[in-house]
């Protein structure tokens, strides 16, 4: 199993910025995919964000031009950068793994509240 811990989130005005991590507790080297999912109204996950083994990325429509993913397998932490924010994206941020051999994982999440 792998333990991811997110960490970033927090409070911010309309406008704003924040970067979320994600650290693992194990080598991110060879990671199939890492991922930002968000968890909207209705309790429904939704995916923002993936980063494939070699560097591919993939972001929802509805934050393409906001989000940046990036890693840094040295830190085996994933990253987040959040642009131009708005009070819809407010929501709980979850980082997702799948490292082999030991499957897929999720963090607990990190709230991000963005106020009008």
């Known amino acids: 199993q792998v333990q991811l811990v997110e960490s970033g989130g927090g409070w911010v005005q309309a406008g704003g910025s924040l970067r979320l991590a994600c650290a693992a507790s194990?080598?991110?080297?060879?990671?199939?995919?890492m991922a930002w999912y968000r968890r909207v109204p209705g309790n429904r996950r939704e995916l923002v964000a993936t980063?494939?083994?070699?560097?591919?990325?993939n972001y929802a429509d509805s934050m393409k031009g906001r989000v940046t993913i990036s890693r840094d397998s040295a830190k085996n932490t994933v990253y987040l950068q959040m642009v131009s924010l708005k009070p819809e994206d407010t929501a709980v941020y979850f980082c997702?793994?799948?490292?082999?051999?030991?499957?897929?994982?999720w963090g607990q999440g990190t709230q991000v509240t963005v106020s009008s």
């Open positions: 194990r080598s991110i080297f060879r990671a199939n995919a």
């Open positions: 980063i494939t083994t070699d560097g591919s990325t």
């Open positions: 997702y793994a799948e490292i082999p051999p030991w499957g897929t994982s």
